[in-house]
């Protein structure tokens, strides 16, 4: 029995007995799991393999943004490098090691 027949009985059965507490439940737990398998199916992640190709899509995604983040760091600590070396370059003009040289 597929889903949308376990929703049709359960819909037609709320309507001749009466919409108990029990069957209530069960309707909207059976359409919520066609909607869900819909949606994925829509989304082309209703295969079997869809798991995996998730699990593979998170790694890519976290290896870009450890990337990325190594990137920043880097791109930071040449930044501080290249000030601090200006910073000593002005300070040996300052005291005259440009005289000492010649």
Known sequence: ??????LARLIAQASTEGSELVTLR????????????????????GDPGAQDDLDELRELLSAWRDAKASAWKAAIEWLVRGILALLLVGIAVRLGAGEMLT
């Open 1 to 6: 029995m597929t889903r949308e027949d376990m």
């Open 26 to 45: 069960a309707i909207v737990e059976e359409s919520s799991e066609l909607g869900a398998k819909r949606v994925l199916d829509r989304l082309g992640l």
